[in-house]
């Protein structure tokens, strides 16, 4: 069992930058794949960034790629998220989450979830 608790949202001006953290309970969080996704009102859960737990590999949305860096802390048990060059169309709720499996989905299909945290960026 992982719990995540996700911290770092809130309210930031078009082009700065937030960075979310993503705090994990358990023993075997190096063990565990690591993705981030966005949801607003009305869409679907959006894949943004995930971090392979084998071979370091990380994957992007096309709409953060260059502005969004997933990192992870193994010995914090926590992943970040540094968000960039933020837009308006960056608002959302961020949720965290992990899976064992690796390469890591890009779907919502994840074993354990956050309760995610605001991000709003105005314009």
């Known amino acids: 069992q992982v719990q995540l608790v996700e911290s770092g949202g809130g309210l930031v001006e078009a082009g700065g930058s937030l960075r979310l953290s993503c705090a994990a309970s358990?023993?075997?969080?190096?063990?565990?794949?690591l993705g981030w996704f966005r949801q607003t009102p009305g869409k679907e859960r959006e894949f943004v960034a995930a971090?392979?737990?084998?071979?370091?590999?990380?994957y992007y949305a096309d709409s953060v790629k260059g502005r969004f860096t997933i990192s992870r802390e193994n010995g914090k048990n926590t992943v970040y998220l540094q968000m960039n060059s933020l837009k308006s169309e960056d608002t959302g709720v961020y949720y965290c989450?992990?899976?064992?499996?690796?390469?890591?989905?890009?779907?919502?299909?994840?074993?354990?979830w956050g309760q995610g945290t605001q991000v709003t960026v105005s314009s």
């Open positions: 989450a992990a899976d064992r499996r690796s390469p890591p989905p890009t779907s919502a299909g994840y074993d354990y």
């Open positions: 358990g023993r075997t969080f190096r063990l565990y794949s």
């Open positions: 971090d392979s737990w084998t071979g370091g590999w990380k």
